[in-house]
């Protein structure tokens, strides 16, 4: 089993940027904190490994990190192929935990490690061996993989119209095919509209302080031969004050039982501007993003990361010695904000209390 049937729904649908590999067995991601310079790519022999990886963003985005935690889950079940059925859930929960723990914010991550840890726990159950355990998880794994780029493909359809026919759309972080499976969720949305035939300016907004806009969405929109305007992040009111922006897709790392958004870090400030400019504010994410167990954003954990990542860049300090920082890299777009939240499934539209509980029921 390898990923070649991921490729091909991908290449059909004009991407070709997939930021994972399943090949030969064997676990490989792009490494992002290196892009636009260099395509490396790392292969992983364990779950720690694998774990890691997302802790220092080698992927990122709520999707591609679902996606990475399953196959590194897969390692994790090979590894402890040979232990007995009790021992080998206690090495798996060990390791579940930990995978968990890597990020705090997307909730894909704990959806994909759970949802492997089902199959897990009834394979094991039924009396399947270590290695029967290990194949049943690879064909689970795959199958989070080939729903996530299909989802995407299937937002694009919903999503498309949306946009304006002809205008600009600015994005936020990177929600695109580097984040996801392959083809993206607002990058999706931004894609099937541009396929069918709107005329859109696509701004990017270039994302302090890791820079997803300017490093990774320009990059995977220039590769796959689309028009793209990099701008700066405090640009963005000055563009639909000008009337260049006329519409704003972002993607999630967690939607809130009620609607709110978690977002990274400026995603609320570009929801505020956009009302202000009574532009429409629309969220692109798959189900597993959705966090029905979580009443609203107040209580979504919010990732903190080290405050070098703010006063240097690329290496280079540019900030005083002594400054303090404060570097939370995600935020809560309250759910009053949001136009639409174009799922695989339906498009919401506010109150979203409602349509979110009607989705899982
Ligand atoms: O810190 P990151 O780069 O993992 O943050 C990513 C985002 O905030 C994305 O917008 C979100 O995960 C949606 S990706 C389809």
Not at 169 to 178: D, F, I, R
Not at 217 to 243: F, P, Q, R, S, Y
Not at 254 to 269: E, L, M, P, W
């Amino acid at each position: 089993m390898d990923d070649t049937r991921i490729f091909e729904i991908a290449r059909e649908a004009g991407s070709t940027v997939i930021p994972m590999r399943w090949s030969g067995g064997r676990f490989s991601l792009l490494d992002q904190r290196l892009l636009p310079a260099e395509e490396k790519w790392n292969f992983y022999e364990n779950a720690e490994q694998v774990a890691e990886a997302i802790r220092d963003m080698v992927v990122r985005g709520a999707p591609a990190i679902g996606i990475t935690a399953a196959f590194g889950m897969v390692l994790a079940a090979r590894e402890a192929g040979s232990l007995s059925g009790r021992e080998f859930l206690s090495r798996w929960d060990q390791q579940a935990a930990n995978m968990i723990d890597a990020r705090p914010t997307a909730v894909n991550l704990k959806w994909a490690v759970d949802r492997l840890s089902r199959v897990a726990a009834v394979a094991v159950q039924t009396g399947s061996s270590g290695r029967e355990v290990a194949e049943i998880l690879e064909e689970e794994a795959m199958a989070i993989w080939e729903e996530d780029i299909r989802g995407n493909l299937e937002m694009g359809r919903l999503g498309a119209g949306l946009l304006p026919k002809e205008g600009g759309v600015l994005t936020h972080c990177n929600a695109g095919a580097l984040a996801t499976g392959g083809y993206g969720t607002a990058l999706g949305v931004i894609r099937a509209a541009v396929s069918s035939g709107r005329n859109l300016e696509i701004y990017a907004d270039e994302t302090r302080p890791w820079f997803q806009g300017s490093r990774l969405t320009a990059w995977e929109l220039i590769k796959d031969g689309m028009d793209v305007t990099l701008i700066v992040d405090n640009a963005a009111g000055l563009m639909m004050k000008l009337g260049k922006v006329n519409a704003v897709v972002v993607g999630s790392d967690r939607i809130a039982a009620n609607g709110d958004v978690a977002n990274k870090i400026g995603t609320y400030q570009v929801a505020v501007l956009a009302r202000r400019h009574n532009i429409p504010f629309i969220v692109a994410a798959p189900v597993s993003t959705i966090d029905p167990d979580m009443p609203s954003g107040d209580a979504i954990s919010i990732e903190e990361r080290q405050g070098d990542e703010i006063v240097s860049v690329a290496g280079t300090r540019i900030a005083a010695q002594g400054v303090k920082t404060v570097n939370m890299v995600f935020d809560v777009t309250p759910a009053e904000l949001v136009t639409a939240i174009v799922t695989e499934r339906e498009v919401l539209r506010p109150p979203y209390g409602p349509s979110i509980q009607k989705l899982f029921s």
